[in-house]
């Protein structure tokens, strides 16, 4: 399939530790976050090394919580080539926050961030995809923060809206524009289907989310994938999780990591800031 040449897709990468999942209590409780098993970095190093083998620069969304924690591992991936945004610093959604916590918890987020090398944090990512129509307070104290491209709005029912747009954009804030990044989805059984990430990504073989990639960028639109460090990990730790979290944690790591190689090989990617068209209106 012939592919435009002035097209580059996007990949992302969520830094974040296998037991940051939004919303559960119990063994996986915030408090209980620094008696848990890390995997971050034996994890982060598969994505890195993948990286390096594709020749692909991406773009990291971090959580604070992993900077702070693991300052070294965000001064590898900066000294990669690669570029840093925030992804919170709790990994706390924003609607659950509200807009005093969602700037707090952001700003401390750029403050870890700051302290591992990444000053002037300009991209955002919200956990579970939590900037809705319930939480779009949150672009305006992000564009106040000084971030000027958000990816947190994904278009499907479950997390974010089927009403969000499938192609990257500009909203307006009463404190200015920041330009929105959502990623890739597909028709399918009558639904969006995250394609570009999670289950969706791992369930699909390499060739249908090249159709996909390529069916978008026909369309002028550049797919953005995104990958956890987690996934990739040859040993997950295994933990019990509600059913929709559980097969939206576990369902098809076996093989994930051949398949990215094979889809990140067949098409363009870049990191955000590559991105074609990102100063298009
Ligand atoms: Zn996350």
Same mark, same amino acid.
């Given at each position: ?16 530790? $296998? ?13 209980? $976050? ?19 083998? /594709? ?16 300052? *070294? ?63 779009? $307070? ?8 000084? /971030? ?10 479950? /997390? ?9 954009? *500009? ?27 999670? $289950? ?39 933990? *019990? ?20 190689? *094979? ?19």
């Amino acid at each position: 399939m012939a592919m435009p040449v002035d097209t580059r897709n996007v990949f992302t990468v969520d830094l974040e530790e $296998w037991f940051h999942v939004c919303g559960v209590g119990g063994e996986l409780a915030p408090a209980n $976050w620094d008696r848990l098993p890390s995997r971050v970095e034996q994890t982060t190093a598969i994505v890195l090394d993948l990286l390096d083998a /594709v020749q692909v620069r991406a773009t990291f969304f971090v959580v604070g919580w992993v900077s702070d924690r693991y300052p *070294r591992l965000i001064e590898q991936v900066l000294a990669a080539g690669h570029e840093v945004g925030s992804h919170g610093h709790q990994h706390a959604r924003a609607y659950d926050l509200g807009p005093g916590l969602f700037r707090e918890d952001l700003r401390a987020s750029m403050r870890a961030l700051a302290a591992a090398g990444a000053a002037r944090v300009t991209m955002f990512r919200a956990p579970e995809w939590s900037i809705t129509e319930r939480s779009l $307070w949150a672009l305006q104290s992000l564009v106040e923060e000084g /971030v000027t491209v958000d990816a947190s709005m994904a278009p499907t029912r479950i /997390v974010g809206a089927v009403t969000n747009p499938r192609h990257p954009h *500009r909203r307006q804030t009463p404190a200015g524009t920041i330009t929105e990044v959502p990623p890739l989805v597909v028709d399918r059984f009558g639904q969006a289907m995250p394609i570009g990430w999670g $289950w969706g990504l791992r369930m699909s073989s390499p060739r249908r989310v090249l159709r996909a990639i390529d069916a978008a960028n026909r369309a002028g639109v550049p797919a953005v994938l995104t990958v956890h460090p987690w996934e990739l990990d040859p040993d997950p730790p295994r933990v *019990r999780l509600p059913a929709r979290l559980q097969f939206a944690h576990y369902f098809r790591l076996g093989g994930f990591r051949d398949r990215l190689n *094979r889809i990140l090989r067949a098409a363009p990617f870049g990191c955000v800031g590559e991105m074609a068209g990102l100063s298009v209106p």
